[in-house]
């Protein structure tokens, strides 16, 4: 499995379709990781539109030497860092809309397979963000801790200590709402 | 959520916008860059004065042979105007100029692979940079010019060529407490990819979170790392850029 190199190359030589199969791939994904940084899912949607648009009007950026995913996800990062940046001053504090908490449930649905990873998923959202970050990368988003570290600009040992603290963490929140959690 | 398919529409969408957009940048940028590479190398060119054998040697060392002016005791080099009409711009003499030697007002050592000081750079209106005796700094300086000068596509790159620029170029800095930036035409472009080190006039070097939470934004010199992060297969080829001028804010 190619991660989806092999239908950039496609769209880059000239199939228009190919692209769609990256965006099947990576969509919802791509949204769920970035809704981490956001905290709202109509912003997250619109950064991976943008995410998209670089693979499009971009394409001699990617060399083909690392895994898409892994360049895929960090200009999602970059963007989602990048947008903070930017509205860091304007907080929009309110509560997410029925229709926003169901779309959230959608995407998790999707993403997230199994009943436990839906547990550390949830979780996540009450560790600090390098946790969360390391630990969605690694085990939602399945990339390796080399691949995790190059999405967040560290280094593979610093990945590593994130997400072995991040689990810990994890596990504090996770055995605080009565979930027994075997080390 | 949009479905798939809105997605998927909204995206060409937007891609469509963005190559207009660029399209119509990159024919502004054409003739403000090729001003600028001159210009980027008149600054190499004046910054190594100081240090390395004044201005012939520094000249022919780019340039190879000098012209007439050259072979006549200053040193010319020549800058290509926005309708390709080639000038001679002169090279100050820099040995007499005063430099403000007192402070280091960058700390290098992280940067610049041992280098424990920095020169300082007076700034005056037109080119008259004093001190640069740092070898490895003008040899870094140097490389990144060269390859600025090489490609026209990397925005990163093109964001070099219009840092160095000296005069001619209005550099706008926006700045607020969350941090300050420079952009030109493009800000979206720049604001992607450049992260902050500040350094006070104070020899303070801050982190990018120190420098975002300050409460003002003192005009001086700034010393700043671009990540051209974007493309992750050049993950950490952060490149160091000098600031000519001021920052003040809007």
């Known amino acids: 499995m190619d991660n989806g190199a092999s239908s950039y190359r496609r769209f880059i030589d000239g199939d228009k379709s190919a692209f769609e199969e990256i965006v099947d791939l990576y969509r919802e994904p791509l949204i769920f990781f970035i809704y981490r940084y956001t905290g709202d899912l109509e912003t997250a949607e619109d950064l991976a539109e943008d995410v998209f648009v670089e693979l499009i009007i971009h394409p001699d950026r990617y060399r083909f030497r690392s895994s898409l995913k892994t360049y895929i996800f960090t200009i999602g990062r970059n963007k989602a860092v990048d947008y903070i940046r930017k509205h860091s001053r304007l907080t929009l504090v309110g509560e997410e809309s029925l229709e926003e908490l169901a779309d ?27 946790y969360r970050m390391a630990l969605h990368l690694v085990y939602l988003a399945d990339l390796s801790y080399d691949e995790a570290g190059a999405v967040m600009k560290k280094s593979r040992k610093q990945v590593e200590n994130l997400v072995y603290r991040g689990k810990n963490a994890v596990r504090a929140v996770l055995e605080k709402e009565g979930f027994n959690i075997e080390k | ?69 050259a072979a006549a ?17 002169e090279v100050q003499d820099m040995e007499n ?19 424990t ?10 080119l008259n940079l004093g001190g640069l005796n740092d070898k490895e700094l003008y040899g870094e300086l140097q490389r990144q010019t060269e390859e600025a000068s090489k ?56 982190t990018t979170e120190e420098f975002n939470n300050l409460k003002e934004i003192p005009t001086g010199y700034y010393k700043f790392t671009m990540d051209c992060s974007v493309d992750a297969e050049t993950e950490g080829s952060d490149r160091v850029f000098w600031l000519i001028g001021e920052i003040s804010l809007p």
């Not at chain 1, 959230?104 to 390098?130: F, I, P, W």
């Not at chain 2, 998927?8 to 963005?18: F, G, L, P, T, Y």
């Not at chain 2, 005791?73 to 711009?89: K, R």
Request: with cysteine; aromatic share 8%; net charge negative.
């Open chain 2, 1 to 69: 959520m949009k479905n798939r398919d809105e997605f998927i529409q909204s995206v060409w969408e937007k891609s469509e916008k963005a190559l207009a957009e660029e399209r119509a940048q990159k024919a502004r940028r054409r003739s403000i860059y090729k001003l600028g590479a001159a210009a980027a190398a008149c600054f190499m060119l004046l910054a190594g004065a100081a240090g390395l054998g004044g201005p012939q040697a520094v000249y022919d060392s780019i340039f190879g042979v000098g012209s007439d002016s």
């Open chain 2, 151 to 206: 490609s026209r596509d990397d925005s990163c790159k093109d964001l070099m060529a219009y840092v160095f620029l000296p005069t001619g170029i209005e550099i706008e800095c926006y700045g607020d407490p969350d941090g300050v930036a420079m952009y030109t035409a493009d800000e979206d472009e720049i604001m992607k990819y450049m992260q902050w080190f500040g350094s006070l006039p104070e020899n303070q070097v801050l």
């Open chain 2, 117 to 126: 000081s920095m020169p300082s750079m007076a700034l005056d209106g037109a």
């Open chain 2, 97 to 115: 100029t005063a430099a403000d030697g007192s402070d280091d007002m960058f700390h290098g050592a992280d940067v610049y692979d041992g280098a």
């Open chain 1, 104 to 130: 959230l449930e959608s995407l998790e649905d999707h993403v997230v397979r199994s009943e436990e990873m839906r547990q550390l998923s949830r979780a996540l959202g009450q560790v600090s963000e390098d």
């Open chain 2, 73 to 89: 005791g200053s040193a010319v080099m020549e800058g290509e105007s926005a309708d390709g009409s080639v000038y001679d711009i």
